[in-house]
């Protein structure tokens, strides 16, 4: 068994960190040989709730725990971490204005952007969940310049994870068989699900997804349409937000930037655009990747055609003004 890593989840006593410790605590994501330290972080009301998630843990009775760290202290939760995966984010209550909960988030993580600088390793990982995802990511790499920015990630992997569903749903396949698609721009109802470049095995053969599929139209309209609005669909039907499938998206998305996606298999993943596909550089932004021994590569020379490269551009404008928003919150704060 190796050495415990120190692992922060924000937001801990939330419904996605409920599903999500028992899958990390297991050794589902950084290996069944590796121990883990867990730094739970939550707001000061929701400490008697954390204590009992912290007996919770404990009649796990799994051996790759070595600790848990309940808090309300930012300083005592991003003290050492070598991962952090920010969950916690303020909702949206009825009546809110867009403006109002960006406002609200970029202090959250203007303050916790500050103390993962302060006080987190600087090798440390990180992963955005809280809505709105790519934003919050980006205000926290603004208040942690010391951090590389290959650092920082939003998820996108539950989209990808929904896109998949779908397409596998469609064709009356496994899902594992549906190969290299991707979520391009913001985690929300303007990110482009693009099957363009993916393929699908059906009776045996790795065929083409639109090959496949046989219905253009299905694909950009129904299919485009039901994942950018399967949140609000779940959301409807459960009164609730996706937490399950969240969580397991988390669990993928982390696993496979610790231990590496496969050979010419590429994954979503919200990060700090290089400029990459004309994409302004320094928007969180969500590309097809790449992994090996842990560094994210940005997967280069897939063709667009028009259509997708204005689904594209209608993200990016969407993410450019959340941008500005936020950075504009910062400056009256
Ligand atoms: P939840 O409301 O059940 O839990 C959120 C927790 O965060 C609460 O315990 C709350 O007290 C805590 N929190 C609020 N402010 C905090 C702060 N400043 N510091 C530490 N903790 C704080 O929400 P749930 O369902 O667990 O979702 C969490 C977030 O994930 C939401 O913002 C949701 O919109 C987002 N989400 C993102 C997805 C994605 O694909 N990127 C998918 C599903 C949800």
């Given at each position: 068994i190796k050495d415990p890593i120190r692992i922060v989840i924000t937001g801990a006593a939330g419904q996605i960190a409920y599903s999500l410790i028992h899958q990390i605590c297991n050794g589902?994501?950084?290996?069944?040989?590796q121990s883990v330290i867990l730094h739970l972080l939550d707001i000061t009301p929701m400490m008697t709730m954390l204590q009992g998630l912290v007996m919770e843990i404990e009649d796990t009775s799994l051996p790759l725990v070595k600790g848990v760290v309940p808090t309300d202290s930012e300083e005592t939760a991003f003290k050492d971490v070598d991962v952090a995966l920010f969950v916690g984010a303020m909702p949206r209550k009825e009546g809110m204005e867009r403006k109002d909960l960006l406002s609200a988030n970029v202090k959250i993580f203007k303050s916790q952007g500050t103390a993962l600088e302060k006080f987190?390793?600087?090798?440390v990982k990180v992963l955005v969940v809280g809505n709105p995802a790519n934003t919050n990511c980006y205000i926290l790499a603004h208040y942690a310049p010391s951090i590389p920015r290959e650092s920082f990630t939003c998820l996108t992997r539950l989209d990808h994870n929904r896109a998949k569903a779908q397409i596998a749903t469609r064709l009356k396949v496994s899902p594992d068989t549906v190969k290299n698609i991707m979520i391009w721009g913001?985690?929300?109802?303007?990110?482009f699900p693009d099957v363009r470049s993916g393929t699908v095995t059906v009776n045996g053969k790795e065929t083409p997804i639109y090959e496949a599929v046989k219905d253009d139209n299905w694909i950009k309209n129904e299919f485009v349409s039901i994942v950018q609005k399967r949140g609000a669909a779940v959301i409807a039907a459960?009164?609730?937000?996706?937490?399950m499938s969240a969580a397991k998206a988390i669990c993928d998305h982390m696993r496979d930037w610790w231990q590496g996606t496969k050979d010419n298999e590429w994954v979503s993943m919200g990060v700090i655009s290089d400029?990459?596909?004309?994409?302004?550089?320094g928007l969180v932004f969500s590309y097809p990747v790449q992994i090996k021994d842990n560094k994210i590569s940005i997967v280069q020379g897939l063709k667009l055609d028009e259509w997708s490269r204005e689904m594209i551009e209608k993200t990016q404008k969407e993410l450019v003004e959340e941008k500005n928003d936020a950075l504009k919150a910062t400056s009256s704060d």
């Open positions: 589902d994501v950084f290996g069944k040989d987190a390793k600087k090798s913001n985690h929300s109802s303007t990110q459960r009164k609730l937000s996706s937490a400029g990459s596909y004309d994409i302004e550089k």
